[in-house]
């Protein structure tokens, strides 16, 4: 396995922090615990939505998404469900 070059990179904010560099393609569970942030889980299949994240405003079930490239940094905040 290679290791990422810096293009490979996108800067991620989670809940309004300073911007960290993640590997595009990393599970998205996977950069939440590199950036000591906990997501909750519930199937780890993406059908009960326990796992929601919002990335740039859009809603992401995190267990079965990866970071994705960007052209600026991704915002990541925890999803409000009013049902939850």
């Known amino acids: ?3 990422p070059s810096p293009s490979d990179q996108v800067p991620v904010c989670w809940d309004g922090g300073d ?3 993640i590997a595009v393609g990393t599970p998205w569970l996977t950069a939440a615990q590199m950036l000591g942030h906990t997501i909750p889980t519930g199937c780890l299949y993406g059908s009960c939505g326990a796992c929601e994240i919002e990335v740039n405003g859009h809603v992401v079930r995190a267990c079965v998404s990866s970071v994705c490239g960007s052209q600026g940094a991704l915002k990541v905040e925890a999803a409000t469900d009013p049902y939850w």
């Open 1 to 3: 396995m290679s290791t």
């Open 19 to 21: 911007p960290v560099s």
